[in-house]
């Protein structure tokens, strides 16, 4: 109030502000609404799911136990899960190797050879299946883990995107540890890799859940049911139970929680890895 020593501020909300707000709360609806239609239809018994798709009448858990048991989600579940941790701990190893190299060490040809690994990112995955089929047939790895993660256990993003975190890191560290008789992979280890943390997390993330939602190679290279990943899986509850369309939106609603378990993990590290270098200060 006047006269009492404090100052107000009257600082009404514009237009502008209104009109961002608006788009936000559209773009979150359009987002949020398959989620909802999933959820509403994993919840309905039989086909009820075909009657007032929207309305959310008539819940039961019992949909979700019975593509749980039914659908043998456990074991797709189990196989996704070896799967994902295989190909995003070995793409970390590979890509901090090869990134390392790329951006500290000097050897003859290197800018050559990065421009090289990089065009691998311009060949589609959809050009390299049959002769990699061919190739994972021929070592016997069909129906086997080596068979659905060994083709993923390099990638060239992985090491241009550390590449570039690392062509960040003062020349004067590496120069300091090489006086004090550190060796590249106890410089990598030691201060490289811990400076680069946010980015490694924000690189694990994405490479879980690409492996994770893999869906067109794990059909290519299992023919067993015990082999098949949670994709695998439901494509099959999906052509066996047309009749239960909602046994279907159950099995996705379950393979769904493990990806928002790790998105809750590494949000933080996903957020800082993408903005930094973002701000010079």
Do not use: C
Request: proline letters at 5%; charged letters at 15%.
């Amino acid at each position: 109030m006047p006269g009492d020593g404090t100052t107000t501020y009257d600082t009404p909300i514009g237009w502008r502000a209104v009109g961002r707000y608006g788009l936000l709360v559209l773009v979150a609806a359009l987002v949020l609404f398959p989620v909802y239609t999933t959820v509403v239809a994993a919840l309905k018994e039989g086909n009820q799911v075909l009657n007032n798709p929207l309305v959310p009448d008539g819940f039961t858990l019992r949909i979700l136990a019975k593509a749980w048991d039914e659908g043998n989600l456990g074991r797709y579940l189990l196989n996704s899960g070896v799967v994902a941790v295989v190909i995003t701990a070995a793409q970390l190893l590979t890509s901090v190797l090869s990134a390392y190299a790329f951006a500290i060490l000097d050897f003859p040809g290197r800018t050559i050879m990065f421009g090289v690994f990089l065009a691998t990112l311009l060949v589609p995955l959809e050009a390299t299946l049959v002769v990699n089929r061919r190739t994972v047939d021929s070592l016997g790895w069909i129906n086997s883990y080596q068979g659905l993660t060994v083709p993923f256990l390099a990638t060239a993003f992985g090491t241009f995107l550390l590449r570039q975190v690392f062509l960040t890191l003062p020349r004067d560290l590496r120069d300091a540890a090489a006086i004090d008789g550190v060796g590249h992979l106890g410089f990598l280890r030691h201060v490289a890799v811990p400076l680069v943390r946010p980015t490694l997390g924000a690189m694990a993330m994405l490479s879980f859940l690409s492996a994770w939602n893999q869906y067109l190679w794990p059909n290519l290279v299992t023919t067993e049911s015990d082999m098949y990943t949670v994709q695998s899986g439901l494509k099959q509850i999906s052509e066996a139970r047309l009749d239960e369309p909602n046994l279907v939106m159950a099995g996705t609603i379950i393979a769904a929680i493990p990806i928002v378990v790790v998105l809750l993990i590494f949000q933080r590290s996903l957020i800082r890895g993408l903005t930094s270098g973002a701000v010079k200060g």
